[in-house]
Structures are given as structure tokens and as C-alpha cells.
């Protein structure tokens, strides 16, 4: 919202001053009082998604990319009011950080970044998770620092690594959300969605294979147990599904099967620049597919591209680029992807996935709204354990 009064950014700024002092004195709830997380009684689970943050200094740091006639008074803090007003308007279940979260080379104390950043969420008090992308560690805090940081914060519910995989999975922040049916339904103590998040890294650091990090053997052997698991689980007593509860899988940088939709057969959506995916193709897509409960992956990366499109049955999502020291276009609203998870009402189950968008304007505009799975065409067919 660059080009909304600068009273209003001054406004915010003193009360994010004030909460980020009361985030430094308020004691971190242990993991046993974290809460699980659940289908609301309207049969919906809301997710946001936030993209490419960048967060650097605060009032201080300049915006990017942005109209000369906002560009005045832009600085970090119109990425915060953005969020305050979309958390506001959207009312989520549950808050997504999908990397970037803060750009490493401006940031003079990654620590403050990190607390500023995520501060409209933690005075939510909306569960929220977050993931690192590859610009979050280049300051002086490695990413397993990064990560041990942000699992101290209040209200989230991001892991360092799973329990059982720590001695063998690469990377830190992969772990896995279980999203249970309505309260006093049927499903109340399954998982009726499953969330998997990942640490796609930041760079690579194989000889002769340039350029950006991937998802790894390790962490797909994870997710693919954990995918087995959780369908045992589903399927047996008390009260036996059939087939498979359905996914979503979240992480920063986007398979190089994104490079297959341009905004001609993109489903909704642009593309505006390219797919800055490894050099390598880790077989992370070929994985999804075959287990066949993730139903939709959501990445950032490529922060003017904000496309869905669906590839054999998985859809491949870009959230947009969200924040405001993050390169843009000019002109181009900054904005937000919600998910949404509908419950079938007489079973319990999920039956529907949607989305749409977020724009930072005037009036939050919603774009893009449209339909990723529903199980009535695509839900019979179960995974094999």
C-alpha cells in the first residue's frame, strides 16, 4: 500500500515499535501448549500465504520498484501495514512464510529483522509456520540458526527438522502440519489435510551444477514416508477412510516443472520473468506425483510471477511477491495467495481446495479465485503405502 498517507505509516510504525519491545519481553509457549490445528464449525480451513518478504531495517530501507510517486515515503513498513490489513481482511487459520522472509545483505541485525517481519502475525496471534529461502541466511545467522530462532517466536508452529529424520534429512525447516476435521464431527481426531513444508536451500554447492539448491533424496524420503504414514493413519480405526487424505506442500524455490506454463495456459494468472529453478532436476516432482496427495505445491522465488497451473493432476503455484524491498514491477500491486479448504458436510472430508489472490490497493482486490481439486473428480484414487 505505497501510496497511502504517510500519517498512516507513521501510525503503525510507533505501534510496531511498541509490540516489537513487548515480542523481546514476552515469554515463548513450549511446544505442548501449541495448538493443533482444526477445521472451523463453517466446514473451512484458510491459509495465507506471504512470499518474498525481504524484510531488511524497517522505516529506514527503501522500497523497489515502485511508482515514482510512492516511492517517498515506501521503506519496509508498507510490507508490514500490508500484512496487518490482509491478516485483517482474510481472517486466516494459519499463516505461511514461504522464504526471503528477510533479504540477509541489507540487515544489519538479522535477529531485529526476523521479530519485524513476522511481527503482524505473532500480534494476530494466528498460528503461523515459516520456511527459509535462499536471501534469508546471508547476513551473520547460518539456516539452522535462522530456523532455531524462528521456532522460539510466539504462536508458531515451524520446526528445525522433524524428530524422527534429524539425523539424516538435509536442510532445516521440513515438517509436516495435520490439519483434524470439525470439532464434534466424525473426523475430529484425524487428519483430514495434510500440509508439508520444505527447505528447498538457498545455492548449490555441488561441483559443476550451478546456481540454485533443491529439494534432496533425504527430504524426499521423509516426505514420502510421512505421506505413507499419515495415510495408514487415515485409513484405519477408529472410524477407516478410504484413499488418501489430500495435501498441500509448500517451499521456497520452484521445480523446473514450472517452466511449463506461461501465462497462455497458465490457469489463472502471469508469467513475467523466468523459472529460476535449479540447474538439476531432483525428481521432487516425479515424487509428488506418484504418492499422489499433494494436490497443489505453492513456492515464491520469482516474485512477478503469479501463476496456477496443473501438470498430471499437480498444481504448481507461485505465491507472488509480497514484500516491498523485494524486486517488483512498478505498477504492479504487491499481493497475497489464500488457500482455502472446503469440508464435505456429510462425511467430513475435504471436497474442495481454492485460491485467490490478495493485491495490496485500495480495496485489497481479490483476483484470480478459482478452483485447484475437488474429490469428486479427483479423490478416488488412493496412494499405495
Same mark, same amino acid.
Not at 132 to 148: I, V
Given at each position: 500500500m505505497a501510496d497511502k498517507t504517510r500519517g498512516t +505509516?507513521?501510525?503503525?510504525f510507533f @505501534?510496531? /515499535?511498541?509490540? !516489537?519491545? /513487548? !515480542?523481546?519481553? &514476552? =515469554?515463548? =509457549?513450549? /511446544?505442548?501448549? %501449541?495448538? $493443533?490445528?482444526?477445521?472451523?464449525?463453517?466446514?473451512?480451513? *484458510?491459509?495465507?500465504?506471504v512470499a518474498d518478504m525481504h524484510f531488511a531495517n524497517g522505516a529506514t530501507t527503501r522500497c523497489l520498484d515502485v511508482l515514482p510517486t510512492q $516511492?517517498?515515503?515506501? /521503506?519496509? !513498513?508498507?510490507? +508490514?501495514?500490508?500484512?496487518s490489513r490482509v491478516i485483517a481482511a482474510e481472517k486466516p487459520d494459519l499463516i505461511v512464510f514461504t522464504g526471503d522472509n528477510i533479504f540477509g545483505f541489507d540487515v544489519k541485525d538479522p535477529v531485529k529483522s526476523m521479530n519485524a517481519a513476522f511481527a503482524p502475525a505473532i500480534a494476530s496471534k494466528i498460528p503461523w509456520v515459516a520456511i527459509?529461502?535462499?536471501?534469508?541466511?546471508? &547476513?551473520?545467522?547460518? %539456516?539452522?540458526? !535462522?530456523? *532455531?530462532h524462528i521456532v522460539k517466536l510466539p504462536n508458531t508452529l515451524s520446526q528445525v527438522n522433524p524428530p524422527e529424520a534429524a539425523h539424516y534429512i538435509d536442510g532445516f525447516g521440513n515438517y509436516n502440519l495435520q490439519i483434524r476435521g470439525a470439532a464434534e464431527s466424525s473426523l475430529q481426531n484425524k487428519s483430514v489435510l495434510n500440509l508439508y513444508f520444505l527447505d528447498s536451500g538457498d545455492y548449490s554447492s555441488v561441483p559443476y551444477m550451478e546456481g540454485y539448491d533443491w529439494v534432496k533424496t533425504s527430504q524426499q524420503f521423509w516426505?514420502? %514416508?510421512?505421506s505413507k504414514r499419515l495415510q495408514r493413519v487415515y485409513n484405519a480405526e477408529p472410524n477407516p477412510q478410504q484413499g488418501t487424505a489430500p495435501g498441500l506442500a509448500y517451499?521456497?524455490?520452484?521445480l =523446473?516443472?514450472?517452466? &511449463?506454463?506461461? &501465462? *497462455?495456459?497458465? +490457469? $489463472?494468472?502471469? @508469467?513475467?520473468?523466468g523459472t529460476y529453478s535449479a540447474s538439476t532436476n531432483s525428481g521432487f516432482f516425479t515424487t509428488l506425483v506418484t504418492r499422489g496427495d499433494v494436490k497443489s505445491v505453492f513456492v515464491g522465488h520469482d516474485h512477478v510471477n503469479d501463476f496456477c497451473g496443473k501438470l498430471k493432476g499437480l498444481n504448481l503455484c507461485y505465491g507472488g511477491g509480497f514484500g516491498y524491498h523485494a524486486y517488483g514491477k512498478a505498477g504492479w500491486e504487491r499481493r497475497a495467495r489464500v488457500v482455502v479448504a472446503e469440508l464435505n458436510k456429510k462425511k467430513g472430508d475435504v471436497k474442495a481446495i481454492r485460491t485467490w489472490k490478495r493485491l495490496d490497493d485500495q480495496h485489497l482486490s481479490v483476483i484470480d479465485a478459482q478452483v485447484l481439486w475437488t474429490s469428486s473428480v479427483n479423490g478416488s484414487v488412493a496412494s499405495r503405502l
Open positions: +505509516t507513521l501510525f503503525v @505501534r510496531f /515499535s511498541a509490540f !516489537l519491545l /513487548s !515480542l523481546c519481553l &514476552s =515469554p515463548v =509457549p513450549t /511446544s505442548a501448549h %501449541r495448538p $493443533k490445528l482444526r477445521f472451523g464449525l463453517n466446514g473451512e480451513f *484458510k491459509i495465507l500465504q $516511492k517517498a515515503h515506501c /521503506s519496509d !513498513l508498507n510490507t +508490514t501495514v500490508f500484512m527459509l529461502g535462499n536471501h534469508d541466511q546471508e &547476513s551473520t545467522l547460518t %539456516r539452522q540458526e !535462522l530456523m *532455531k516426505f514420502e %514416508r510421512t517451499f521456497h524455490i520452484p =523446473p516443472e514450472f517452466w &511449463s506454463f506461461d &501465462s *497462455k495456459n497458465a +490457469t $489463472k494468472g502471469v @508469467r513475467q520473468e
